[in-house]
């Protein structure tokens, strides 16, 4: 079965960085591309970006435009996503979504399986 | 980029009872490319319905979409307990990924 895992939480400073990690497994992992979507404390969903695991490509949110990094090591089957230049309105609840389809050359958007979340607060 | 409206904020209903969720978009959404989404306190979104009308796999069929172009509807026809929840809609067209602010179904 599908299965997204994410690393654990994150306490930083403003002006750090965070990089956060998400472990596939039961699937093929190239064929399907990957999302970042947060959740502040008690507000709704943000999507952040988009990687295609195949090829490396990436689609980021205008918001997070040279915030976001979006990576990939498919020796090991895991999306990584940095953010830096941290602030307090950062801190929340981060998810990596893997899309419904199969595709290794584009993306529906559909996100169909999702890890359990990553909470990085950022806090001095 | 297309602005998603979900009304209303709160839904105040008993178990067996009907649920009507509405979600507008702010332009055509192009070839019904919407989405809905259950999170529940504490865990990730669970994706329910895309395309519209189509249920993910395993979705029970009390769970219905319908619309197109700019107005869309979640039903829930007899909510049971596990359905307390919030609920979010999401184009995924020509912007991937477009949330609506969401609509939370409460116990009355």
């Known amino acids: 079965q599908v299965q997204l895992v994410q690393s654990g939480a994150e306490v930083e400073q403003p002006g750090a960085s965070v990089k956060v990690s998400c472990k596939a497994s039961?699937?093929?992992?190239?064929?399907?591309?990957m999302h970042w979507v947060r959740q502040a404390p008690g507000q709704g969903l943000e999507w952040m970006g988009r990687i295609n695991p195949n090829s490396g490509g990436t689609n980021y949110a205008q918001k997070f435009q040279g915030r976001v990094t979006m990576t990939r090591d498919t020796s090991i089957s895991t999306v990584y996503m940095e953010l830096s230049r941290l602030v307090s309105d950062d801190t929340a609840v981060y998810y990596c979504a893997r899309d419904l389809h199969l595709n290794y050359y584009d993306s529906s958007g559909i996100k169909a399986y999702w890890g359990q979340g990553t909470l990085v607060t950022v806090s001095s | 980029e297309i602005v998603l409206t979900q009304s209303p904020g709160t839904l105040s209903l008993s178990p067996g009872e009907r649920a009507t969720l509405s979600c507008r978009a702010s332009?055509?959404?192009?070839?019904?490319?919407l989405a809905w989404y259950q999170q529940k306190p504490g865990q990730a979104p669970r994706l329910l319905i895309y395309?519209?009308?189509s249920r993910a796999t395993g979705i029970p069929d009390r769970f219905s979409g319908s619309g197109s172009g700019t107005d869309f509807t979640l039903t829930i026809s007899r909510l049971e307990p596990e359905d307390f929840a919030v609920y979010y809609c999401q184009q995924y067209g020509g912007s991937p990924g477009v949330f609506g602010g969401g609509t939370k179904v409460e116990i009355k």
């Open positions: 039961g699937y093929t992992f190239t064929g399907y591309y």
């Open positions: 332009q055509s959404v192009s070839s019904s490319y």
């Open positions: 395309g519209a009308s």
